[in-house]
């Protein structure tokens, strides 16, 4: 089916804030040096944690991308999502106008939505009751508007806009869904990916669990502490290649399927078999043998249950020789929302200029993870097809699979 350039679906066009880089050019410059984008947390009073290390971004300029909305009517969240459209769209190098004329979708995946707004809510109603909440505040705390104001900004009428909300995978989810409705015809193009803004209320439910990192975050280390929050966007313009053809597009990569599941074994612990079938199940939707995958991007959050429950996953999956599997987390924090879409565009940088980015800040392999996580430095590779983890509390997996764009192959 796949061969059918009509229903072969490739990306065009991407829109990063991330920690260690805006726009997918620093972000990949970012990725091939293994910068690191935690730092002090500002964005909110941290007095009374014994440790509050983040990755924020830092010089955010809202008004550059956002022309036509009110920016005051916009939470954070929703202004680094409408951003990362606008700049999605301008890296397709896409007219709007032509745009305008096609059916399209806009699917943004979160965990918090505007929960850093809500921090704010709160407090007004503590101290100074109800009637103290700030009106402007309140009506823009919806998580819809993470997708619906990226539509008003670019003012694309002729669209369904969605908000999934299913935690730390939802940009992964997000991904999925645009997939099958190019691929079915239903849409023309899809802007998707997933968007968060840094919260108190975030940061303390995992300090509570004992999850945040005292310093760095140290995925698959023998020596891991923990998560270190961050934030950020990440919208990945996605169009078939009968129309990126047609335009004389770039392509960045191609989506060759993906997976998903639900297997509501616990909160927030995961459950090695189910991460193992979601896997396959993406492998089988992509037409894709477990041994052509040369890369994994994989969750790796640095927690303690986490890391060798993924790994053990992967080696269920492809044996005793997994490919080099990496985690970004160690760069940019988990972005909770945004974490799957920044890993999917990484992974697209990372095939399109033939390197691997590193999972930084390691010392000591944990021998219970057994895998090789590219430590600390880049390294060149030509890579053909990569698989990208997304797995989320309530036990929701969803897992993509990239490929490098071979006109001549297919």
């Known amino acids: 089916m796949r061969d ?10 991407c829109g990063v804030f991330s920690s260690i880089g805006v726009g997918a050019d620093a972000f990949a410059e970012g990725l091939r040096a293994g910068r690191s984008g935690a730092k002090p947390i500002t964005i909110f009073d941290t007095e009374g944690f014994a440790h509050a290390n983040g990755c924020e971004i830092v010089g955010f300029e809202p008004e550059r991308w956002i022309k036509n909305l009110p920016i005051e009517t916009l939470g954070r969240a929703t202004q680094f999502s409408v951003a990362a459209a606008r700049m999605a769209v301008d890296s397709a190098g896409v007219d709007l106008e032509v745009l305008r004329e096609k059916r399209g979708m806009i699917s943004i995946g979160t965990t918090d939505g505007e929960s850093y707004d809500l921090d704010h809510l709160v407090g007004m109603e503590v101290d100074g009751g109800p009637e103290a909440m700030d009106p402007v505040v309140a009506r ?18 002729n669209v369904e806009a969605v908000t999934i909300a299913t935690a730390c995978s939802a940009g992964n989810y997000s991904i999925g869904q645009a997939f099958d409705a ?3 015809g239903q849409v023309d193009y899809a802007l998707c990916g ?8 975030t940061f303390t439910g995992f300090y509570r669990l004992g999850t945040i990192a005292p310093d760095v975050c140290r ?38 399927g993906y997976g998903m599941n639900c ?27 477990a041994q052509e995958v040369d890369l994994i991007s994989a969750h790796g959050t640095g927690t303690k249950a986490n890391d060798v429950t993924e790994a053990r996953a992967i080696h269920d999956v492809f044996g005793d020789g997994p490919p080099r599997t990496v985690s970004l987390k160690s760069m940019l924090g988990h972005t909770m929302g945004a974490a799957s879409a920044l890993a999917a565009i990484a ?32 390294v060149e590779a030509d890579l053909r097809i990569v698989q990208n983890n997304g797995l989320a509390f309530g036990g929701n997996n969803a897992i993509v699979i990239l490929g490098k764009y071979l006109e001549d192959e297919r």
Not at 140 to 157: D, F, G, M, Y
Not at 263 to 289: E, F, T
Request: with cysteine; glycine share 6%; hydrophobic share 40%.
């Open 4 to 13: 059918d350039a009509a229903n072969r679906v490739v990306l065009t066009g």
């Open 219 to 256: 995925p698959f280390d023998a020596d891991r502490k923990g998560i270190l929050t961050g934030e950020g966007a990440a919208v990945l313009m996605l169009e078939s290649l009968a129309s990126a053809r047609a335009r004389g597009a770039r392509v960045y990569a191609e989506v060759l």
């Open 347 to 378: 992974c697209s940088l990372a095939v399109y200029h033939g390197f691997i980015p590193p999972t930084i800040n390691h010392r000591k392999t944990d021998p219970e993870c057994e895998i090789d996580c590219v430590p600390n430095e880049s």
């Open 140 to 157: 823009r705390v919806s998580p819809n508007r993470l997708s619906i104001a990226a539509a008003q900004e670019l003012r694309l009428s």
């Open 194 to 201: 997933g968007a968060d803004a840094m919260c108190r209320k």
């Open 182 to 184: 190019i691929r079915s």
């Open 263 to 289: 297997d509501a074994y616990h909160q927030v612990a995961p459950n090695q078999a189910s991460v193992a079938r979601c896997m396959q199940i993406a492998l089988d939707n992509a037409g894709i043998k």
